[in-house]
Nanobody
Framework: QVQLVESGGGLVQPGGSLRLSCAASGRIFSGNPMGWYRQVPGKERELVARITSDGSTNYADSVKGRFTISRDNAKNTVYLQMNSLQPEDTAVYYC?????????????WGQGTQVTVSS
């Protein structure tokens, strides 16, 4: 069983920064990337950024140049550094990873952390 625990959300003014962390317990499957998604009420959950075990990354166009994803494989932790935050970045941010349950691999989600960008 895998658990993903996010932290680091909060309220920030436009132009500010936040750093999200996601600590994973259990056996993470290294064949899939770990990532961050976000969701606002009434809309589908969308990819923000993801990173493979060897450090390859991809980002949503809306966050390129402002957000940076990184991971510490030894700690099973993934981070999202968010700079130049804008009101449209307001959302619940979810950590995502694939992990083992028994001999099977399944998709896991964290509980979500609220990010609010407002003056």
């Amino acid at each position: 069983q895998v658990q993903l625990v996010e932290s680091g959300g909060g309220l920030v003014q436009p132009g500010g920064s936040l750093r999200l962390s996601c600590a994973a317990s259990g056996r993470i499957f290294s064949g899939n990337p770990m990532g961050w998604y976000r969701q606002v009420p009434g809309k589908e959950r969308e990819l923000v950024a993801r990173i493979t075990s060897d450090g390859s990354t991809n980002y949503a166009d809306s966050v390129k140049g402002r957000f940076t994803i990184s991971r510490d494989n030894a700690k099973n932790t993934v981070y999202l550094q968010m700079n130049s935050l804008q009101p449209e970045d307001t959302a619940v941010y979810y950590c995502n990873a694939f992990g083992y349950t028994g001999i099977s691999v399944r998709n896991y989600w964290g509980q979500g952390t609220q990010v609010t960008v407002s003056s």
